[in-house]
Each structure stands twice: as structure tokens, then as C-alpha cells.
């Protein structure tokens, strides 16, 4: 079954702890982002991938990091979490030269 | 990647069509309008994208004038299970700078029985 699976899906933490939320995909797309939603503000792109090692910034990509080291995965790296940084975080994956993004089931964060 | 604008709520009843319109002025020459569904604490989920003029799927219908700088998403005879919240979003296939993609607020589509 092609998906996008996101570990872990609920994650209470405090201010400073490190913390990765991981996302993988098993449709070999090139292509691979990060999106917060918050309520009132939408779907906010923090980060994206056009494929292995090349990662370029989304609209809100302050105190996030990633990496692209294999096709499939494409974690998401909070170095110090912060309150504001609560939300809930969707990844996705699409093939290159088409826009049907497919999305993971989302990771609700929250930092204390 | 075109800047959209969509009403931020509909009410309609089940058994209606309805259609949501999306505003998308500076579209590019290669965008292509895509629409997005999305129920409460889910990824969205692709419904249906286009160029021009119209494109149907056993799901919805889009239409897209010949100035490209509008479209909208037709949803026949709706049930409950189509409340959700609803984006559109206009860019190009073409990859690089387009993929920082913004889906904006969307539209709340309420169905009341």
C-alpha cells in the first residue's frame, strides 16, 4: 500500500529537548516537505526535498532542521524545541513534475 | 506560485451541488490548479488538478475559464462526510522554487443533513 507513515504521531516535550519526528515514504517520490498547521493560519510548507541531499526553506523554516540522506525518509530535527513551536506537523512526498502530494497522518507536538 | 483567494466558509445541505471558487489572478503560464480536501486532524488528500477548461473525476469536477485566473471545484449531490475543509492552490509542475507551496487558509465546507 503506497503511504507516508510519520513517527511518532503524539509527542509532549519540553522547551530545549532535542527531538526528531521521522517520515517515510514507499513510493520512491523525489520529491518530499514539511508542513505545521495552526489554527486560523492553515497549512504553512517549513521545509522541502527535491530529492537526496538537496533541501531547500519553506515559508516558516525557523528552528527546524532536516536532512535528505535517503529517498525515503526525511526527518525533521527540532535542535530546541519551544512553546510556539506546538503544533501539528504533516510530511509529504509527490513525484517530480506533478502536484498530487500525498500526506502523512500528521504528528501533534507539544512543547511545555 | 500564484497568490489564492477562497471564501472562508459555505453552508450547504446534503443532495446539493456545490461549487467553491477560487480566485488565482497572477496565475503563471505552467501553474496548474490543484484542490486539496482535508478532514480534522488528517493530511490533506488530492482531489483534483487542472490547466483549462474542464476536468472530471468520479469525485468532483473543475472548471477553469479561458483567462485562467479563476477556477472552481464542483461537488455533486454532497453528503455529510463531504464537511471538510477544502484548498486550492495554483503552481507549476516545473519544479525548483515552485515547490515552496502555500495552501493558505481553505475553505470550510459545512453539509447539514
Known amino acids: 500500500e503506497a503511504q507516508v507513515t510519520q513517527n511518532p504521531r503524539y509527542l509532549i516535550t519540553v522547551t530545549g529537548k532535542k527531538l526528531t519526528v521521522t517520515c517515510s515514504q514507499n513510493m520512491n517520490h523525489e520529491y518530499m516537505s514539511w508542513y505545521r498547521q495552526d489554527p486560523g493560519l492553515g497549512l504553512r510548507q517549513i521545509y522541502y526535498?527535491?530529492?537526496?541531499?538537496?533541501?531547500d526553506k519553506g515559508d516558516v523554516p525557523e528552528g527546524y532542521k532536516v536532512s535528505r540522506k535517503e529517498k525515503r525518509n526525511f526527518p525533521l530535527i527540532l535542535e530546541s524545541p519551544s512553546p510556539n513551536q506546538t503544533s501539528l506537523y504533516f510530511c509529504a512526498s509527490h513525484r517530480g513534475g506533478a502536484y498530487e502530494q500525498y500526506f502523512g497522518p500528521g504528528t501533534r507536538l507539544t512543547v511545555t | 506560485l500564484a497568490k489564492t483567494t477562497q471564501p472562508i466558509s459555505m453552508d450547504s445541505y446534503e443532495g446539493q451541488e456545490v461549487n467553491i471558487t477560487c480566485s488565482h489572478n497572477n496565475i503563471a503560464t505552467n501553474d496548474y490548479i490543484t484542490w486539496y480536501q482535508q478532514f480534522p486532524s488528517q493530511g490533506p488528500r488530492f482531489i483534483i488538478q487542472g490547466y483549462k477548461t474542464k476536468v472530471t473525476n468520479e469525485v468532483a469536477s473543475l472548471f477553469i475559464p479561458a483567462d485562467r485566473k479563476s477556477s472552481t471545484l464542483s461537488l455533486p449531490r454532497v453528503s455529510l462526510s463531504d464537511t471538510a475543509v477544502y484548498y486550492c492552490l495554483a503552481a507549476g509542475l516545473s519544479g525548483g522554487s515552485n515547490y515552496k507551496l502555500t495552501f493558505g487558509k481553505g475553505t470550510l465546507l459545512t453539509v447539514n443533513p
Open positions: 526535498s527535491m530529492n537526496v541531499e538537496v533541501t
